[in-house]
């Protein structure tokens, strides 16, 4: 099956930085990626699209200055969680679809950030 | 989306089978119901999906009742590396669509 591969798999830094996260497509053209966060002993919760060339769409309550997120080619998609502060520390997840003849969603391994 | 309803969590023995049930009484007669797992600290894997047909690959069953309001997966030799938190999720057979996760069912295999 596809591979989506995410980087780094988990992350430590200090309060008030900023994190970046990449996630790429590594054997498909992906217009389209979708970023969740992930509470412990929760589920997945969408975050935003990402949409390649465009503007990211976020979900109600995400702040989108935030979390900026820029897809700028078709492989790959990165989240920057920006002044980051204890209460971001989450299990950050990408995924992407294929298209065409198979219909399932790709997940990378996700990212496990903790804020300190 | 339709809306799943699914047990918190389960428990299996090894070799068994395990039978997740899954209640989705509003799905729309354009969506499928897919299954995804989600093993500690990974991503969401895919396991299966189907319309109204019972489906069946390397990973899994797939039973969906003739009204479409339930489904069951079904792991039929299960082993330790099936324990992981069950997705039953219904969509549009969109590829790469964005999916709602519910609660999903915690499944642990027990020797």
């Known amino acids: 099956g596809a591979v989506v591969s995410q980087h780094p798999s988990w992350v430590i830094c200090k309060s008030g930085t900023s994190v970046k996260i990449e996630c790429r497509s590594l054997?498909?053209?992906?217009?389209?990626m979708f970023w969740y966060r992930q509470f412990p002993k929760q589920s997945l919760m969408l975050m935003a699209t990402?949409?390649?060339?465009?503007?990211?769409?976020?979900e109600q309550g995400v702040e989108k200055d935030k979390f900026l997120i820029n897809h700028a080619s078709l492989t790959l998609s990165t989240l920057t969680v920006t002044s980051a502060h204890p209460e971001d520390s989450s299990f950050y997840i990408c995924?992407?679809?294929?298209?065409?003849?198979?219909?399932?969603?790709?997940f990378g391994q996700g990212t496990r950030l903790t804020v300190v | 989306d339709a809306k799943t309803t699914q047990p918190p969590s389960m428990d299996c023995a090894e070799g068994r089978a395990a039978n997740l049930p899954c209640n989705h009484s509003?799905?729309?007669?354009?969506?499928?119901v897919y299954w995804y797992r989600q093993i500690h600290s990974q991503g969401p894997q895919y396991i299966i999906h189907?319309?109204?047909n019972n489906e069946t690959n390397e990973m899994a069953s797939l039973i969906i009742t003739e009204d479409r309001k339930s489904s069951t997966l079904i792991l039929p030799h299960a082993t330790l590396r099936d324990t992981a938190v069950y997705y039953c999720?219904?969509?549009?057979?969109?590829?790469?669509?964005?999916?709602?996760f519910g609660g999903g069912t915690r499944l642990m295999v027990k020797p």
């Open positions: 189907g319309l109204k």
């Open positions: 054997d498909f053209q992906a217009t389209t």
């Open positions: 999720i219904v969509t549009y057979n969109n590829a790469g669509n964005m999916l709602t």
């Open positions: 995924s992407a679809g294929v298209g065409g003849w198979t219909t399932e969603a790709f």
């Open positions: 509003t799905i729309s007669g354009n969506e499928y």
């Open positions: 990402s949409n390649e060339g465009s503007k990211a769409t976020y």
